[in-house]
């Protein structure tokens, strides 16, 4: 075992050696081929993409990424699922300023380049926001969304920034950092490690992501944009602007997230949940932030009532 992995799951209190190398049920995912997609602008993302029936968008967040999707791909005879990681070095580039903005473009644009209009859309974490915001506007076309764990202020990507960087918060030094000890930050993105939810597969898949210095500098500067207090500002508008009411969403909301996890995730997932009429708030019990990984039966539940399965 690597000094950097036993520092980093030390830190969790958790001991590497204890973590299954693949989690139960997660060979689907392992058997469907990633492929890479090219978008206006240059943006390169990986797709997985398996089965038939109704469409579905799987989009990943920053923190848990496409992995936590995993156990989905169990249900490929019933959907056909599109698995989106935005996050990887070749992906997208945020910077406070433009960065919901970014995510709504990026948004916009998958469905043209996957030809999957009309679709279920799952997203989680930032990109729960971001489809939000982008199904307000009506810049996709969905046949419902499942947000999962959508962000209060990131929060969170402060105490990690912090965490990485030190005092100075340049890009820089926070990627070097990220780079030194790539498997320390990967377990700080997770901040936590459960049997149910990560393995040393993950652990070693997240690692990766941040191995040298140009994938380090991208992740760096996302965290940088995504602990930033303009970055949600479209978000914040967006509700302010209606009295805290947006009325009903263009398509079926359904906001998910874990009776287990951060409260802010909750009480944020509340205020949604009462800002769009005729949304449904589902809080998970025994469950964290990455619902899609530690209660994947109760996204399943979900889709299969929103297509009528």
Known sequence: ???????????????LENLPELPPDSHSFFLVAERWLTLPGGVRVSVRE???GSPVLLLAG????????????GARERFRLVLVD??????????????????????AALEPALDIGGALWVAHGEF??????????????????????????????????EKLSGQSGRLERLARRLVNDPFRAA?????????????????????????????????AGQLLA?????FTRPLEQLLEQTGGNTGSFPAPLSILAGAAGNPAVQEFARTLNRAFTGSELLLVENCGDAVQA????????????LTGS
């Open 294 to 305: 530690e209660q994947p039966g109760r996204v399943l539940e979900v889709l299969d009532s």
């Open 62 to 73: 920053v923190n848990y990424g496409a992995y936590s999707f995993r156990y989905l791909f």
């Open 128 to 161: 729960a926001l971001a489809a939000l915001v982008a199904g307000q506007r009506h810049q996709v076309n969905m046949r419902a969304l499942v947000a999962i764990s959508p962000p209060s202020p990131p929060t969170r990507w402060q105490r990690l920034q």
């Open 226 to 230: 995504l602990a930033h207090p303009d």
């Open 187 to 219: 377990a700080e993105l997770v901040e936590y490690a459960d049997v149910a939810v990560i393995s040393r597969q993950e652990l070693r898949w997240l690692a990766r992501r941040l191995s040298t210095l140009p994938a380090a500098r991208v992740m």
């Open 1 to 15: 075992m690597q000094v950097a992995d036993e520092k980093a799951v030390n830190e969790l209190k958790v001991n």
């Open 86 to 107: 935005p996050f990887g070095p070749e992906g997208l580039r945020l910077d406070a300023a433009t960065g919901m903005d970014t995510l709504q473009d990026f948004c």
């Open 50 to 52: 398996a089965g038939d």
